[in-house]
């Protein structure tokens, strides 16, 4: 049934197309659970309908080719999924899941600033950056959450940046921009960008200069 309507692209392939996307999106690695049956198993994925077609596809290990684009590709040079990272570090992945769908985040770039170099001050509380794709409701994550999400948000400081701020590991650092769904208040051009305090930064994250914008 869903290799029929998928190769009909009928109303249901749109719904099917939906819930991949949303289950995409929830379980946050960036790889697609018909693809990739088995990352719909991990501790905090949702239970649909998608979700036990993947457990099956998993069990027999099987799985569906499909060419898609990615919910939420990297967005940054060096880029890094939020969940994929938690899950590597043996993080409390249900824990990490309220906070990111709280924030509404997916990769580091989308709690990183536009230097690339520091998490932003609202990483550890929110409420963060507007995003142009339709979340799942999250209420405000528990202390315990919290508590998990700051544990996983300082390993990928720098021990000075422990110290004396939010400044990240040289491995987590990222470079260019390619594309985000959240939506900043910016403008600018192909070469730089201009944030609403006046600072410019090239297109690359570097920060050009810290003078008011005229006008």
């Known amino acids: 049934?869903?290799?029929?309507h998928a190769n009909k692209q009928d109303r249901?392939?749109?719904?099917?197309?939906i819930e991949r996307d949303y289950l995409e999106l929830a379980i946050g690695v960036g790889r697609c659970p018909l693809m990739e049956p088995y990352i719909a198993t991990l501790e905090h994925v949702?239970?649909?309908?998608?979700?036990?077609?993947?457990?099956?596809?998993y069990m027999n290990k099987s799985s569906v080719e499909i060419r898609h684009?990615?919910?939420?590709p990297v967005q940054r040079d060096r880029d890094q999924y939020i969940m994929q990272l938690a899950l590597d570090g043996n993080y409390k992945l249900r824990l990490i899941q309220q906070c990111r769908m709280y924030l509404q985040v997916a990769t580091l770039a989308d709690?990183?600033?536009?230097?690339?170099n520091q998490l932003e001050e609202w990483a550890y509380t929110g409420p963060g950056r507007a995003s142009s794709l339709i979340w799942p409701q999250q209420g405000n994550p528990s202390r315990a959450a919290w508590a998990e999400w700051k544990r996983f948000l300082n390993s990928v400081l720098s021990t000075y940046g422990r110290m004396t701020g939010r400044y990240l590991n040289t491995a987590y650092r990222l470079g260019q921009w390619i594309s985000t769904h959240q939506c900043w208040e910016w403008c600018g051009n192909d070469y730089l960008?201009?944030?609403?305090n006046g600072k410019q930064f090239k297109k690359d994250g570097v920060l050009i200069t810290e003078e008011t914008a005229p006008g």
């Not at 960008?193 to 609403?196: A, E, F, Q, T």
């Open 12 to 17: 249901t392939a749109t719904l099917i197309q």
């Open 46 to 57: 949702p239970g649909t309908w998608m979700t036990s077609i993947c457990s099956f596809l």
């Open 111 to 116: 709690i990183i600033n536009a230097e690339g």
């Open 69 to 72: 684009n990615r919910v939420v």
């Open 1 to 4: 049934m869903l290799l029929g």
């Open 193 to 196: 960008v201009i944030n609403r």
